[in-house]
């Protein structure tokens, strides 16, 4: 598809994105600007991981159409896949409430429309790596940042003895500051299905505790009672304050939240609801019941 062909008007981003889903675009005009365009109006219907989601599918499925494996060395490339769509999310989001054909235009003229855009965050080994084409990798050059959703997950999925550990179910913990060496606070971003809990509901005798609210209506109860929390609102815990608190999610969407607490040695817990304590001594919990005997 030469660059005079592509569409630009919002009947022609429609027309060439069916063609794509239906796998009857002709190979010759799946070009790297029509990946652009189909990015954009599939980024234009759905949230991000939707989206993702919904192309891994449908990149796989067109290749398979048109006579193209998928497979180690051809295809489908889920790290240069999962790199663009973000990139083509970030120009939506410093664009937004442009007409569809209006953002189209000025996405190919950024970099984003010049192949070798990945290269300016990844060495082309990386890059053409199998393990590159299989799973996201981060990138290796540049400044160091992370895509949270592309943290390591927690692989312990509670820190709780039985039977508490079972409360947690359906909650996710990515570890963001482990990525960067931090080690005198955490930051994780966590996810809570409908249900989940943050944790017990407790109270730090040494540390520090902050929360943000990124997506979702979470249910704030503490010592004061509860209140639901919206996107963009935050919450505070100052150690030794004596304020239990936790997090439930008892909506029927998705709530994420970024978590942020200090390490201090000696810190203690309280859990005013479930016969449980808990001190945080050498870099790791030890609970016990409130009698003394070990959990």
Known sequence: MSAQALPTTAAEIEALVTAF???????????HEAHLVVALKTLDQRPFNAALDHLRTRIRAYNEATGTANTDHAGYHETLTVHFL????GHIARHPGWPLEN????????????????????SRARLESIE???NWLEPDLGAKALWADAAPARSLGSHYPAPFAALMKGREKRMLGDGFGLSRFG????RLAPGARTALRHAHSQQDEFVYVLEGHPT???????????P?????????????????????VEVVLLEIGDRNPGDQVDY?????????LKGQWHFSHKDGTPC
């Open 21 to 31: 889903e239906a796998g009857t675009l002709p190979k010759p005009h799946w070009t």
């Open 86 to 89: 973000r990139g083509v999310s």
């Open 103 to 122: 953002s189209l235009a000025a996405l190919l003229a950024s970099p984003l429309a010049e192949r070798d855009w990945p290269l300016a965050a990844y």
């Open 132 to 134: 590159a084409r299989r």
């Open 187 to 190: 930051v994780n971003q966590t």
């Open 220 to 230: 704030l109860i503490t010592d004061d009672g509860e209140r639901e929390l919206t």
């Open 232 to 252: 963009g609102l935050a919450a505070g815990f100052a150690a030794g304050d004596g304020n239990a608190h936790h997090l439930i999610n008892r909506t029927a």
């Open 272 to 280: 005013p609801d479930d016969d449980l304590q808990a001190l945080w």
